[in-house]
């Protein structure tokens, strides 16, 4: 086994092409963070946009119904409901403008952030209240009711965890720091933890397809595979170090690209917060460290099912451009499916493949990843064992 492995390491290094992979998985890993970092600015923006807006409309739903209720018995029930909604609209306008002038200045006057905290959490448990009676003129910072109540519940979530964390210093220290700007902000331990949120990671896998596919496809294209038919090692040693060898390869790369990242963004914009909260499952938090060490075991494991099961539709074509075409498609019918699907079942992201490029989506819907796990085990095992029973059946006169 060593001496396959050897054989195995030595090719992937001896090829330019590898090298280029792995500084082209480097700079995709560092544009995920500068996207990221676009993504902040962008959140911020709108953030103070619908505020502004919030305040203005508020406070004008504020006065017509102060018109309304003029000359109406307080005694009515109309005007009960009136006034009921009236202090809603009154409050929101100034909740809304204190709000707006703490974003104003998060990224310049620090000292801000308890009184941001604990106003974000009124002012959310008021807006569900508000939607759930279905007030007029309500203005959403998401695309729907429902949406902006979930989004609501996830920040009073985070706001009174952060409280909770940071209670004793805040004691000591009222102008203590300890917000995020956005849940975008990239500082290290963030950009850790948002690596795998978007599009891009469906690239990074693409890459490591192209790789794949170079290490085993070029071999059955070119007949060089019979040179291990000649050797006294079995036919499943000769999977089991060709799929170490690739997957260990990957794993190395991916943690390569997300330590310089880490080191990058940790320079740029400050370490971050290992006790940071992030939502998990539904209605659930975890700290950072916990978050990350659960995505770190989800993403190890998927990547360890695509390989082999790439590694088996390798051994079904002897031409590269094929199993880059059967790839291709996989990755783009689990895209489409996922947007087609994933918002309004959010069990389309526990399938398989789904579930192994959409991880971040899966570790932020189920808090218990273990019988996604073991399905990825049994995957890991049926395909080591269809490879094996593949190969054993080529022989030299193959090709």
């Not at 294209?221 to 089991?240: A, D, H, N, V």
């Not at 170090?241 to 997300?258: D, R, W, Y």
């Not at 006790?275 to 975890?286: D, E, F, H, S």
């Not at 994933?342 to 899966?362: R, T």
Request: charged content about 20%.
């Amino acid at each position: 086994m060593k001496r396959l492995l050897f054989i195995e390491y030595y090719k992937l290094f001896r090829n330019k092409k590898n090298w280029l992979l792995i500084l082209a998985c480097i700079v995709l890993f560092l544009f995920i963070g500068i996207q990221n970092m676009s993504l902040d600015r962008q959140y911020m923006e709108h953030r103070l946009d619908y505020l502004e807006d919030e305040a203005d409309s508020a406070m004008l739903m504020r006065d017509d119904l102060e018109k309304k209720m003029t000359g109406l018995d307080k005694s009515s029930k109309e005007w009960e409901q009136l006034k009921e909604e009236y202090d809603y609209w009154a409050w929101e306008t100034e909740a809304s403008r204190l709000l707006s002038g703490y974003y104003h200045n998060v990224n310049t006057v620090y000292g801000e952030d308890q009184k941001i905290a604990e106003l974000s959490i009124q002012r959310n448990q008021k807006l569900i209240d508000a939607i759930h009676k279905e007030y007029t003129g309500m203005l959403y910072q998401f695309s729907t009711p429902q949406r902006e109540v979930e989004e609501s519940q996830k920040e009073i979530y985070i706001m009174q965890k952060l409280l909770n964390n940071n209670k004793e210093e805040l004691k000591e220290n009222p102008s203590l720091s300890f917000l995020y700007s956005s849940p975008y902000e990239m500082n290290g331990f963030n950009y850790l933890a948002r690596a795998f949120d978007g599009i891009l990671y469906i690239f990074v896998i693409m890459l490591l397809y192209l790789f794949i596919s170079d290490c085993y496809t070029k071999e059955m294209e070119q007949g060089s595979y019979k040179f291990y038919m000649t050797t006294p090692y079995k036919r499943t040693t000769i999977i089991l170090a060709k799929i170490i060898t690739v997957v260990s390869f990957s794993l190395f790369l991916l943690g390569l690209s997300l330590g310089i990242g880490f080191l990058v963004f940790s320079f740029l914009n400050g370490i971050g917060d290992i006790q940071y909260p992030y939502i998990i499952g539904k209605n659930l938090t975890t700290p950072c460290g916990k978050y990350l060490i659960k995505l770190g075991a989800m993403v190890t494991i998927s990547i360890i099912t695509l390989i082999v099961s790439f590694f088996y539709f390798s051994l079904y074509t002897k031409k590269q451009t094929t199993l880059i075409a059967i790839g291709s498609c996989i990755l783009l019918c689990v895209y489409f499916i996922y947007a087609l699907f994933g918002l309004s079942n959010v069990h389309i992201v526990e399938l398989p493949f789904i579930s192994q490029i959409y991880v971040s989506k899966l570790l932020q819907q189920k808090n218990n990843l273990i019988g996604i796990g073991a399905v990825n085990i049994i995957l890991i095992v049926c395909f080591i064992k269809l490879s094996v029973s593949r190969f054993s059946k080529l022989d030299l006169k193959d090709g």
